[in-house]
């Protein structure tokens, strides 16, 4: 048992390393499982537990009827499948602000010298939609408009790895909103937050940018976490 085990290893192993290095592209099917089998000298029980491993951890899709295929490599499939485990307390909401606080920050500081007429625009069409949302009551559609927002900022950071850390995180921060309490007057000091920040990124100041942005963060913080 101990063998078979360290053999599905060896070869998740011997296969990721080869997507890593891009001998199997992104889009590629795999060799089917009688030509991975007679590679690697195994059953295919060992084939299809070291396929399941990948499959797992977002390196690979099994499509059914087609065969196996590599996924897009991006770092936020990997670490969707951290943060899926992370259970839902206080403690790791704060982590979650504070990681936001990391990225948050430096993504508008950056953002804001990428910034042009088109992009200021669908921001104030976010925050336009935001409006609407409180108008309306949907306190779901406000957040939603809200991660869009924020998505939005840290993408025209150009910083493809904060972005991805970032998308990672949304799923757990649309549950922590889904999962909140708050009151209307609560989202209205989150619209006037975003509100300045807008502002700022409008005057093209990136330290007061995120010096709001941190402002808005902690204060989302404290609503999350009385």
């Not at 403690?91 to 430096?106: G, H, M, N, P, Y």
């Not at 924020?150 to 799923?171: G, R, T």
Request: charged share 30%; aromatic share 6%.
């Amino acid at each position: 048992m101990g063998t078979r085990k360290n053999l599905n290893d060896q070869i998740a192993d011997d296969l990721k390393e080869k997507i890593i290095n891009h001998t199997f592209q992104s889009g590629q099917k795999l060799p089917n499982e009688f030509e991975l089998m007679e590679e690697y000298g195994v059953c295919r029980y060992t084939v299809r537990e070291a396929i399941k491993k990948l499959t797992a951890v977002g390196l690979l899709e099994v499509q059914r009827g087609k065969g196996t295929f590599v996924r897009e490599l991006k770092p936020s499939v990997y670490l969707k499948n951290m943060v899926d485990v992370v259970l839902l307390d206080d403690q790791s909401i704060k982590d979650i602000f504070d990681t936001r606080l990391a990225i948050e920050q430096k993504a508008v500081e950056m953002a804001v010298r990428n910034m042009n007429d088109d992009i200021i625009s669908i921001l104030q069409g976010k925050i336009g939609l935001m409006k609407k949302a409180l108008e309306e009551n949907d306190l779901q559609k406000y957040n939603d408009c809200d991660m869009s927002f924020h998505l939005f900022i840290v993408k025209n950071s150009d910083n493809k790895i904060l972005y991805e850390i970032e998308l990672a995180l949304y799923d757990m921060i649309r549950q922590a909103m889904a999962k909140s309490l708050l009151k209307s007057e609560n989202l209205q000091e989150s619209l006037q937050g975003h509100l300045l920040i807008l502002e700022a990124i409008k005057e093209k100041n990136p330290d007061k940018a995120a010096l709001l942005m941190g402002e808005h963060l902690n204060h989302c913080r404290e609503l999350f976490i009385p």
